[in-house]
Every structure is written in C-alpha cells, then in structure tokens.
C-alpha cells in the first residue's frame, strides 16, 4: 500500500523558511517523478516543485525558483521542500504526490492527472 506522508508545516513571517518532508513507503522510490503541489483557498491546485527521483529532471514553478529547493534522500525514500524567502502568497495547503511504479526517465510535468499517490498534506501560513 503506498503512503506519503507529510510533516513540517507551519506559521511563518514574511522573509522567514520552512522544510517540508514527505516520506514515501510501498513503492519503488527510485525511478518515477514526485514532489510538491499547492492550493490556496479559491484556487486550483498546483506544482510548485518536482524532480525525477532517478536524478535529472527538476522542475519549479516560476513563483518560487531561487527561493525554494527539492530534494531527496533515497535512503529513507523521502523528499524535502526547502522554502526560503517566504511570501504571503506562499500560503496554502502543501501536497506530496508520485507517479509511483518504475519510469524511465522523463521531464517532470506540474499536472497532477500525471500523479497516482497524493499525501493528505501540511499547512503553511506566512504573514505579513
């Protein structure tokens, strides 16, 4: 049974950083894309950031590049949110995804119909 599991949500100010962490378990970590999606209130949902687990491929949304980072540990099947600068507009309820199952290399796209396995996600709130 895959699981993905979310922690590190919080309060922050304006300027300040919050890690996320999703640990993965039930599937094959190593080769298929995974990483974070977003929603704010009255908004649609959507990829903030992605990487290919085998190494390669990396996206960011233009709202958050130089100021987040993913990243992974295969070891522990986990993958981090690294947020900096944070902006108000940064608020919203994070998700962890994956497409699960073993992929060869590919672009990792932000559209979640490509995701099969979603966390029940962290909060983040950022003040002004």
């Known amino acids: 049974q895959v699981q993905l599991v979310e922690s590190g949500g919080g309060s922050v100010q304006a300027g300040g950083s919050l890690t996320l962490s999703c640990a993965a378990s039930?599937?094959?970590?190593?080769?298929?894309?995974m990483g974070w999606f977003r929603q704010a209130p009255g908004k649609e949902r959507e990829g903030v950031a992605l990487m290919y687990t085998g190494g390669g491929s990396i996206y960011y949304a233009d709202s958050v590049k130089g100021r987040f980072t993913i990243s992974q540990d295969n070891a522990k099947n986990t993958v981090y949110l690294k947020m900096d600068s944070l902006k108000p507009e940064d608020t919203a309820m994070y998700y962890c995804?994956?497409?699960?199952?073993?992929?060869?290399?590919?672009?990792?796209?932000?559209?979640?119909?490509?995701?099969?396995?979603w966390g029940q996600g962290t909060q983040v709130n950022v003040s002004s």
């Open positions: 039930g599937y094959t970590h190593s080769s298929n894309c």
């Open positions: 995804a994956t497409e699960g199952g073993l992929w060869p290399y590919h672009p990792c796209k932000p559209s979640e119909d490509e995701y099969t396995y």
